[in-house]
């Protein structure tokens, strides 16, 4: 248990390494940011279905017989992480990375000029970067659940290593989008870099939550691994990807996601997953 929560805390703290690159700038091109955005929205979708949904459909067969009711509880799994998600969204108004358009112009990085806009500009920038921060925070609610259900399998923790790495990778870019307006609303970087770091302590607290109840409730295993997979998975085609896609850089984005399943496809033969 302690080892689970360690590494999902290290994995909820890689949040804060994305703003690292705003302690010395606070720039980033349109293009760029929907090509990352993309790698991460890759990286969710394969861990999700390369990984987890992949273990709990192989928990459905034993000794070659398949057990419809595993089967169930991995599509009722399946189900209610969506239900949850969209659940979440709708009593709880947030707003994502949606509407970077002053701070992650097109092909450009800020020019001096924008230092002479006026305060209220600057507070909304910040007050932006706090709602962003604010989604962010319920994003880190499934990872870490993925992340607690995906170590209690076993098998020497290869699946829970390839769910924490995909999701540490992830992080890393979504402290991008936090960090962006608040650099803009001057907010100094360390200060940026604190806050984005803290967002991630959320990870451990589900990650306790995930490991336990598919470590000792009997037959939870497949509805967790499930559950974990359509959050994640929702989280990705409600939030990330359409996000990606509406700035007119369809073709990196899209290029961000096959990236990131490879790379997924990488780190999982490196681990010796079948």
Do not use: K
Request: glycine share 14%.
């Amino acid at each position: 248990m302690l080892s689970v929560i360690l590494i999902a805390t290290a994995t909820g703290l890689c949040t804060g390494l994305g703003s690292i690159p705003f302690l010395w700038t606070a720039g980033l091109s349109r293009r760029a940011y929907d090509a990352l955005l993309g790698l991460g929205a890759g990286l969710m979708l394969s861990a999700a279905t390369l990984g987890l949904l992949n273990e709990a459909l192989q928990l459905v067969r034993e000794d070659g017989v398949l057990h419809l009711g595993q089967l169930l509880l991995v599509v009722l799994g399946f189900a209610t992480g969506f239900v949850i998600l969209f659940t979440v969204e709708r009593f709880i108004p947030h707003q994502h990375a949606g509407g970077h358009h002053d701070h992650l112009r097109e092909g450009a990085h800020f020019h001096e000029d924008h230092d002479h806009h006026h305060e209220a500009e600057a507070r909304a920038h910040v007050r932006q970067g706090v709602l962003i921060s604010g989604a962010l925070v319920f994003h880190r609610l499934p990872e870490g659940f993925a992340i607690g259900a995906s170590f209690a399998t076993g098998g020497a923790h290869a699946l829970g290593v390839l769910v924490a790495v995909t999701v540490a990778l992830q992080n890393v870019i979504e402290g991008l989008v936090m960090a962006a307006p608040l650099r803009v609303g001057g907010i100094s970087g360390l200060r940026s870099l604190l806050v984005t770091s803290s967002i991630g302590l959320t990870v451990p607290a589900t990650a306790v939550v995930g490991y336990l109840l598919s470590q000792y409730i009997h037959g939870a295993m497949p509805f967790a691994l499930a559950l974990a997979a359509g959050s994640l998975i929702g989280v990705t085609s409600n939030e990330i990807i359409p996000e990606t896609h509406s700035h007119g850089n369809e073709a990196p984005a899209t290029m961000g996601i096959v990236a990131g399943f490879v790379l997924t496809m990488v780190i999982r033969a490196g681990l010796g997953i079948d």
